[in-house]
């Protein structure tokens, strides 16, 4: 919208009474997530790529590869790397220029949701031992921000990598040939690592917030798990978590990885 | 000169455009946003504005000012580039904006400023040119007063032959004969002249040609522009 | 041309021939009246005009608008009402006396205040909460909608938000600018009057709206 962008001070206070009554200005309950829909396929050229929405916030990831020289300490496994990029053009608020502390924090905090849990297996990602790997790029833009492109962005780069098909490679001259496609798909791990991140109002929290909702939060937590397995984990912004708050945020990891993970599922296969 | 008959790698006639969709309204956050679509070509513009310029010594006392972003989303192309900014993507915003600014009355918006953001989602040629189709619809949905539209095609010669709205194969593969030209026009609704750029190898007399058929072309464009803009608000 | 309103695009001709004046959103060229903006082209009385669709909100004289205290002056406050100029609220536009070191107690930054639009010219727009139903707004939610929506949430005669505060109960005010206050005695009475509002400006296209809502809120649930 125009230049009316901030939240308004009385329904800051008005969303935190309604959380006290575990009530949300959509009507929803402060576990539940907004309608989740998915397209594959959005990006010809690219690998793979999908366009998450979820409400109204919507995220375009694309998967490229190319053929690189493997690390010295792990000369037989591929690499990968995640940028991510707050377009102008899905907010009044992102402005053009160099690459702002939230689209970094929000690669790699997707970068270590997919590192840590093993999703992508890099040893079977090998082209020749030493001389030769494959390396991953995940490259996340957003399209329209209403609040919790962190979590729509995972969920893309998710799709998108399971909708990758690897490119073919000539041996002999050690070229990628780009537009071409093998029929083959990334190796990837049956184990499906969904980042949700945890918002704190008042002393309420909640999943999957508007903008509006984001403007009230004090502090969050994204946590990286896969059934039941914690693999990465980022709190932010300046307000404390308490024990008791973080044992409360631990207690529902795993029904908010089913919930999640049923939405997206078939999109997973 | 051109031939009537030819058929060209992608089974297109010589004045066949690729397949075209447009939409407006695509972008929730914005004040007005279109997409527009050749074939593979896929480009979306959100406008932001009229608002206030800053900072204040960027201020146009006269006149609003126009500033516009073409970026091409690093998958979008086979050969993944570098996210962010780059030489050809400072020259096509300027050309963008040239290509739509004497269409607009942005005269009424002095100590103003109107963003347009423009981005490839997927690539195979005439990007710009889909990109300035998209940002017009996208500047008339939010409200922007201007004389008319404008339509934006390219037109390529390979080895002798004219061709409409070129692919990816006409613009950077075919190597043949004369090689590959390439001609993107942006008209006026009115038939004028707003942004004309050309990369290879012409006479005199064959370009009018191709100006003929770019003008014609155009014509196809404007339709499909026009249609998508009454559509988005449900007209029967 | 009809009485029927016609969607037009900029560059259109709408009517030929001297018998028309254009009026906003139209210019003359020739014996054409042309659309210079993207919406309904409608006629009254001879006079052809565009009305948009889309876009950012115009200020106009007279309207009450719904804006954010987004600074303060030695003398007044600066409102965002969403223009590209901010509104000014004078201290003379106060219905009560104001202490010249005391304006953030009347009206602090982030606040949010329900104004008139008084004047407009080159140097900004002037607001005034001297009337009735002007003021701040000490609680309650904001929500947004285009300001192109607002005449079909009001209604004819207001028939549409009189329709929505009767059924929820709830006190509404609606800015021209696209900005709607919404306060009731519960949660569930303002979210319904949310979810009221947003089914009119989602469905403004539809002839026989208020009808339509008058159906909704029968039907409970039939929320699209």
């Keep these: 919208m125009d230049k009316v962008q901030t939240t308004p001070n009385i329904n800051k206070e008005r969303i935190k009474q309604y ?76 402005e053009a220029g160099p690459p702002r502390f939230n689209s970094i924090e929000l690669a790699r905090v997707i970068d270590r949701a997919i590192r840590e849990s093993k999703f992508i297996k890099f040893d079977k990602l090998c082209i020749k031992e030493g001389e030769k790997v494959w390396t991953v790029f995940i490259d996340i833009y957003s399209l329209n921000d209403d609040g919790n492109l962190l979590d729509a962005a995972g969920i893309g780069a998710l799709v998108a990598l399971k909708n990758a098909k690897i490119p073919k490679y000539n041996e002999e001259e050690g070229k990628v040939l780009f537009g071409e496609h093998t029929d083959k798909n990334l190796p990837l791990s049956e184990d499906i690592p969904i980042s949700i991140t945890y918002h704190k109002i008042g002393d309420n929290f909640i999943v999957d917030p508007t903008r509006e909702e984001e403007d009230v939060s004090e502090t969050r937590l994204t946590i990286g798990s896969m059934d039941g397995i914690i693999s990465s984990m980022q709190k932010g912004e300046t307000k404390v978590l308490s024990v008791e708050e973080l044992n409360t945020i631990l207690d529902k990891v795993h029904n908010s990885w089913k919930n999640v993970f049923s939405k997206i599922e078939k999109h997973l296969k | 000169m051109t031939n009537k008959e030819f058929i060209r790698d992608d089974g297109r006639k010589f004045d066949e455009i690729r397949p075209m969709k447009a939409k407006v309204g695509v972008v929730d956050n914005a004040d007005g946003s279109a997409m527009f679509q050749f074939g593979k070509t896929i480009a979306i513009a959100a406008v ?85 189709n998209a940002a017009i619809m996208a500047l008339a949905h939010a409200g922007i007063p201007m004389k008319n539209i404008v339509s934006s095609i390219s037109v390529g010669k390979i080895d002798k032959q004219l061709v409409v709205d070129v692919n990816k194969y006409e613009d950077s593969i075919f190597d043949e004969g004369e090689g590959a030209t390439d001609i993107p026009f942006t008209f006026t609704g009115d038939g004028k002249i707003s942004h004309l750029q050309l990369d290879g190898k012409i006479s005199p007399e064959q370009f009018k040609e191709a100006l003929e058929l770019a003008k014609n072309g155009a014509k196809k464009i404007y339709e499909v522009q026009k249609k998508a803009l009454k559509e988005s608000l449900g007209e029967k | 041309m009809t009485n029927e309103r016609k969607l037009v695009i900029p560059g259109e001709v709408i009517v030929t021939g001297n018998d028309y004046l254009p009026g906003e959103g139209t210019e003359k060229r020739e014996k054409e009246i042309v659309a210079i903006k993207y919406g309904l082209a409608e006629e009254s009385n001879r006079l052809i005009k565009v009305i948009p669709l889309s876009g950012v909100y115009q200020a106009r004289r007279g309207n009450v608008v719904i804006g954010e205290v987004e600074n303060i002056t030695f003398n007044g406050w600066i409102i965002n009402i969403g223009t590209a100029d901010n509104a000014f609220l004078s201290l003379t536009e106060v219905p009560r006396y104001v202490n010249k070191d005391g304006l953030d107690e009347v009206m602090d930054i982030g606040d949010m205040v329900v104004a008139k639009i008084w004047g407009i010219n080159k140097r900004g727009i002037d607001v005034s909460i001297k009337s009735r139903g002007l003021g701040k707004l000490e609680s309650g939610m904001i929500i947004k909608i285009n300001s192109n929506k607002v005449p079909r949430v009001i209604g004819k005669e207001g028939s549409m938000i009189s329709l929505i505060k009767d059924e929820t109960n709830c006190q509404i005010t609606v800015g021209q600018n696209g900005l709607i206050w919404i306060e009731g005695k519960k949660i569930e009475d303002e979210l319904l009057a949310k979810k009221a509002i947003m089914f009119v400006s989602e469905n403004s296209f539809i002839s026989g709206l208020t009808e339509e809502l008058k159906k909704w809120f029968g039907g409970g649930e039939k929320i699209k």
């Design chain 2, 48 to 132: 932001y504005g009229p608002k206030k310029m800053h900072p204040q010594h960027a201020q146009n006392p006269k006149k609003g000012t126009l500033r516009c972003a073409y970026n091409m989303l690093s998958f979008s192309v086979e050969d993944r580039i570098r996210p962010g900014p780059s030489r050809r993507s400072t020259e096509i915003s300027k050309i963008t904006q040239w290509a739509l600014e004497p269409v607009l009355m942005i005269d009424q918006f002095p100590n103003q400023v109107i963003d347009v953001h423009i981005n490839i989602l997927q690539a195979s040629a005439s990007t710009r040119c889909a990109g300035i």
């Design chain 1, 19 to 94: 959380l006290t009554e575990g009530k949300r200005f959509d009507g929803r309950k402060p576990d539940e997530f907004r309608e989740i829909t998915i397209e594959t396929g959005v990006s010809k050229n690219a690998e793979g790529s999908a366009k998450v929405k979820i409400g109204k916030t919507e995220v375009i990831v694309g998967i490229k590869m190319n053929a690189s020289t493997p690390y010295a300490d792990s000369s037989a496994e591929g690499t990968m790397m995640v940028t991510a990029e707050l377009l102008p053009l899905s907010s009044p608020r992102y």
